[in-house]
């Protein structure tokens, strides 16, 4: 069987889409009968992080292409540019070879777009991995006149892409409705994010090396996260005894920095490589998490909840809706207060016990590699059902 992988950002790239593609194609590759071909770009993620890759690599039963893009800086035209490119050559590459099946991983919706189109033209099977409502959440942050012109086209890039779809694969629950009364003729599965093997039994630091307590956050800094809602007025209002360091990059960040000018106990620090990171997670006192108070975000589950949980740290969570169930009903010593809401963080962080919590549980449910696994097992069976 000759799949052939889309998805926008792999390893070496810092998000969570590479993260999960990655791991994935860890799963697929063990298959002695599958043959996978990965059609990616250069590492683009952030302007501020570089990483070195090839453009072309073959090892095994994978061939990887990454495609280079413009220097963009997240902005909306520079995704535009990015993805326009990233289909153009996409296509090409692509053009008169043969597959068994096309997989997508897309957020963004056109990632998901560029594999119904090339399902259709080859007529194969199509499994799309979904990790957010594109075109539900645009009408929250893009600008109402931009979204009032965008959103008829995108609407209907979105029932031509799902429709296409054999199967589709939703990280989070909270999607259901939105998808299941749309596209009945897929088939639906809810293989979520998981917590990676760099994130599996870190050693507790018990030495207290800082005068202040640490909240971080790590991640992306966009509209989606919204720190700049609700961080300045967090800070204002924390006891002297914190600090927020804040590691990460993202389209907001200049906003973010300028709202933090005159205030001292947050600190603005750029990506680090993974290793650095579980490191930093485990010097801190508290994980912060926060989503923008967009209806849309009421219906994700964001990855960084499970690398959060697998350090047995405290989080500190503005999310609404989903997100904020999931926590409740599965981390121990996870607090959640609503989305830009200062006093109401306080409050939360307030009811942390500011110890190392047993969520081995947790940890085995949702260790990514086992969803993988099943993921891999789930994508063979739609192309199996092709070649029967």
Known sequence: MRILVLSFYYQPDLCAGSFRATSLIEQLKKYDDVEIEIVTTMPNRYASFSASANSFEQVGNVTLNRIDLPSHNSGMLDQIKSFTRFYIEAVKLTKDKEYDLVFATSSRLFTAFLGARLAKKKKLPLYLDIRDIF??????????????????????????????????????????????????????????????????????????????????????????????????????????????????????????????????????????????????????????????????????LPSKIFEYAATGKPILAGVSGYAAKFIADEVINAEVFHPGDAQGA?????????????????????????????MAESIINVGSKNNA
């Open 135 to 300: 075109v539900d959440t645009i009408k929250d942050v893009l600008n109402p006149k931009v979204t009032f012109f965008a959103k008829p086209v995108l609407s209907l890039i979105e029932s031509y892409t799902f429709k296409a779809a054999n199967h589709i694969n939703l990280v989070s629950k909270g999607f259901e409705n939105y998808f299941i009364h749309r596209f009945k003729q897929a088939e639906f599965s809810y293989f979520t994010n998981g917590i990676d093997e760099e994130f599996l039994g870190l050693a507790v630091n018990d030495e207290d090396i800082s005068e202040q307590q640490i909240i971080l956050y790590a991640g992306n800094i966009g509209e989606g996260q919204g720190l700049h809602t609700i961080l300045p007025e967090l800070a204002k209002n924390l006891d002297e005894t914190f600090k927020i360091d804040v590691i990460g990059d993202g389209g907001r960040k200049p906003i973010l920095e300028s709202t933090l000018l005159a205030i001292e106990n947050v600190n603005v620090l750029p990506p680090v490589q993974r290793k650095e990171l579980s490191d930093q997670y485990m010097n801190a006192d508290v994980l912060f998490l926060h989503l923008n108070d967009y209806p849309a975000f009421e219906k994700v």
């Open 346 to 374: 306080i409050d939360a962080l307030n009811k942390l016990k500011f110890v190392d919590t047993d969520r081995s549980e947790f940890i085995k449910r949702y260790t990514r590699t086992n969803i993988m696994q099943n």
